[in-house]
């Protein structure tokens, strides 16, 4: 009689179990599209040039050199020795051996008594392009784009004509920062890579090693080059979007 009960029991679902159950199971796979979607758009933007036109309109929306500048200002991005940094001297020295009369102010959190410190090397890398360590002037407490501008502002009254050296995604938030605490003659010079001018292809089967079977990518750029550029592209517009939404919110602008 036991064994008959027993085989004949079935599990009780109520009502609530059932719903309960499709709305996890709705939950679950709205998560799973949301994420699959998220995922998605950086690869197919990444085929396309948009995070390169976003880049480049970030860095020459508010740029270009109109008058003879006075201060030259490097907006330092890092440690030392960086890509960042080292391009951002670059441009910066090759502006100052331009415009001699100029001087040159590195903003950069550092602790200056220490000489090995990012902004004393970024000094010396300066003084190796050839700019006279007298004309060159920090501003070594700022910690982010906001704080620095209020610094620059104390420093140089802000009614010299400034040209601003830093990363192109960078480039607009700092001068629309600047010009927010009273500068009045600013122009940007933003730090672009450039390409190498050699051809980069290849011929793969001159190069040995296994054929069979394996893709030949020599003469595809796109799948060795430019879909991960444009894949970096985007995570620095993104976050810089970001960050000019926050810099709008906060009265920064």
């Keep these: 009689m036991n064994v008959a009960i027993f085989l004949t029991l079935r599990p009780i679902t109520s009502p609530f179990m059932k719903k309960s159950g499709r ?21 197919l933007l990444a085929l396309t040039p948009l995070p390169f036109y976003l880049h480049q309109q970030l860095g020459t929306s508010k740029s270009g050199l109109e008058i003879k500048p006075q201060v030259i200002i490097l907006l330092g991005g890092g440690g030392m020795p960086s890509e960042s940094n080292l391009i951002r001297a670059w441009y910066a020295a090759r502006l100052g051996n331009h415009y001699q009369d100029a001087d040159l102010i590195i903003a950069l959190p550092s602790d200056l ?4 410190s990012s902004a004393q090397q970024i000094k010396n890398e300066l003084i190796i392009r050839g700019i006279q360590e007298e004309r060159i002037q920090f501003e070594p407490i700022g910690t982010n784009t906001r704080s620095q501008a209020l610094r620059l502002f104390e420093m140089t009254g802000g009614s010299l004509p400034a040209a601003v050296v830093t990363s192109p995604e960078h480039m607009k938030r700092s001068l629309l920062t600047l010009k927010k605490v009273g500068f009045d003659e600013l122009w940007g010079v933003p730090a672009f890579e450039n390409p190498n001018d050699v051809p980069l292809e290849f011929a793969d089967e001159n190069l040995g090693g296994n054929q069979a079977g394996i893709p030949r990518i020599g003469r595809k750029l796109g799948i060795r080059y430019h879909f991960w550029t444009q894949l970096h592209y985007e995570r620095l517009v993104v976050r810089e979007y970001l960050a000019l939404i926050y810099y709008k919110l906060k009265g920064w602008l």
């Design 23 to 43: 709305l996890i199971h709705r939950v679950v796979f709205t998560i799973l599209v949301i994420i699959s979607f998220t995922a998605l758009v950086p690869i």
């Design 113 to 116: 008594s220490n000489q090995e």
